[in-house]
C-alpha cells in the first residue's frame, strides 16, 4: 500500500495502476506522522510493515520465512534482518536479532545493548492494533510529535511484547541520507 499525501499529480498518475498487488491511496494527511497513521488505518490486515520511501525489502531466496499466523499472542511482531546502505556500491553490516525476554525491561536493555547505528527495528513488521494504539497515543499527547521520536516509538512497540527474527526478509536501510 503507497499512502501519497504528497498532491503531486505525476507521483499519483506513477503509482496509480502501477501493479494489482500495490493499493494507491490519496492522503490528505497533513504531516508524515499523519499519512503513516491513515495507511495503517486503511490496512486491512493484522500485521503491518512500514517501508521508508528511500529504503528497500529484499526476499531471501531459499529462507523459510516466520508464519505470521503461528505467532504467539505475547509477539508483537517480527524483526526483519536489517542492513544499511551508504550507497549504490557500500554496503554496511547486517544485523540480526529478536527480543524474546519475558520481561519488558529485559528486551529494551537488550536493544540498548546492541548500540545500533540506526533504527530499522522501527521499519519491523507489527501487529496492526498494538502498532495504532501506539500511534493514536503519541500523535495525540506528545507535544511537538516530532519526527526524530522513532526511536522512542520503537522502544515503546518491543517493551509491548517479544519480537522474533525472520531471516528470509532484509531490509536495507538508506544511511545516505542521514
Known amino acids: 500500500m503507497?499512502?501519497?499525501n504528497s498532491g503531486d499529480d505525476a507521483?499519483?498518475?506513477f503509482w496509480q495502476g502501477k501493479s494489482e498487488r500495490i493499493r494507491y491511496l490519496e492522503s490528505q494527511a497533513p504531516t508524515a506522522l499523519?499519512?503513516?497513521i491513515?495507511?495503517?488505518q486503511a490496512a486491512d490486515t493484522p500485521f503491518i510493515m512500514l517501508l521508508g520511501d528511500d529504503d528497500r525489502i529484499i526476499a531471501e531466496s531459499g529462507v523459510e520465512p516466520v508464519d505470521l499466523s503461528d505467532l504467539p499472542f505475547d509477539y508483537v511482531g517480527v524483526?526483519?534482518?536489517s542492513e544499511l546502505f551508504l550507497s549504490a556500491d557500500e554496503l554496511g553490516p547486517r544485523t540480526a536479532f529478536a527480543l524474546e525476554q519475558d520481561d519488558a525491561s529485559e528486551r529494551l536493555l537488550a536493544y540498548l545493548e546492541l548500540k545500533l547505528k540506526n533504527n530499522a527495528g522501527f521499519y519491523a513488521i507489527f501487529r496492526r492494533e498494538v502498532w495504532l494504539s501506539t500511534f493514536?497515543?503519541?500523535?495525540?499527547f506528545h507535544p511537538n510529535r516530532a519526527d526524530f521520536c522513532d526511536w522512542a516509538l520503537s522502544v515503546t512497540l518491543f517493551?509491548?511484547?517479544k519480537m522474533a527474527c525472520d531471516h528470509s526478509l532484509l531490509y536495507q536501510y538508506n544511511y545516505s541520507n542521514w
Open 11 to 13: 507521483k499519483k498518475a
Open 159 to 161: 517493551t509491548s511484547g
Open 34 to 36: 499523519d499519512n503513516m
Open 136 to 140: 493514536d497515543l503519541f500523535s495525540r
Open 79 to 81: 524483526l526483519p534482518v
Open 38 to 40: 491513515f495507511a495503517v
Open 2 to 4: 503507497i499512502s501519497d
